[in-house]
């Protein structure tokens, strides 16, 4: 509802420069004194090296649209674990973007995933083909796949410090949970009863034996 009398905004997220940065995206027959309803197109989504993150400005809503892992490249730790904190980065960008567009009623911001984009979002766009493999994908991946959810609900969800100790042993692990540090998210409890120590002990002790109690823990 209501009139398409403003020109949406696209922003990709990144921090492959070594810091993270927001790049508005200008399509080439960009024209600032006329208004275009239907700027982008969704290869400039799809077409990005992946997993991408952009920032989607719709005036009523903003999103930020979130890629996919392509199943033939290789996903260390290292760089799941970067992964991770763009998407933070990301999310609380998205957020300060939408108080910043209006401070006393900010636009709602809403997370999407590739593949599995509601209508309320591909119709932003002049033509959009549904693409089944990356579909797949998300939905293996993704924490919440099946629905529009709010960016301010995932980034709490993400920046959750404390897990019980069930949680830390099972895998996969919870998203955003650093492998290389798993006793930071237990409970004082939780971490005496997985080490035997406590943190105090536990610091005082040579890197390399800090490292094989992670290990034998784990």
């Not at 892992?69 to 300060?96: F, Y």
């Not at 924490?143 to 996969?172: F, G, H």
């Not at 409970?187 to 120590?197: I, P």
Request: aromatic share 12%.
């Amino acid at each position: 509802p209501g009139r398409f009398n403003f020109t949406p905004r696209l922003y990709q997220l990144s921090s492959s420069s070594g810091e993270f940065t927001a790049v508005e995206f200008l399509y080439p027959a960009r024209d600032p004194d006329q208004v275009n309803s239907m700027p982008f197109l969704q290869d400039d989504l799809y077409g990005a090296s992946q997993p991408a993150l952009f920032l989607v400005d719709n005036h009523h809503e903003v999103y930020l649209w979130q890629g996919w892992w392509p199943q033939d490249s290789e996903s260390t730790g290292s760089a799941r674990i970067r992964w991770d904190s763009d998407r933070k980065c990301a999310m609380e960008t998205v957020l300060q973007y939408s108080r910043e567009k209006n401070e006393k009623k900010p636009p709602k911001a809403y997370l999407i995933h590739a593949g599995l984009e509601p209508l309320t979002f591909t119709n932003m766009f002049p033509c959009w083909e549904h693409r089944e493999d990356v579909a797949e994908i998300t939905e293996r991946e993704a924490e919440v796949s099946n629905q529009i959810i709010l960016v301010e609900d995932v980034l709490a969800w993400l920046c959750k410090t404390t897990y019980p100790l069930a949680e830390i042993l099972a895998r996969p692990l919870p998203e955003g949970v650093d492998p290389l540090h798993l006793e930071v998210y237990l409970s004082n409890e939780d971490f005496e009863r997985a080490l035997e120590m406590n943190r105090e002990e536990y610091g005082a002790l040579p890197g390399w034996k800090q490292q094989r109690l992670r290990s034998s823990s784990s």
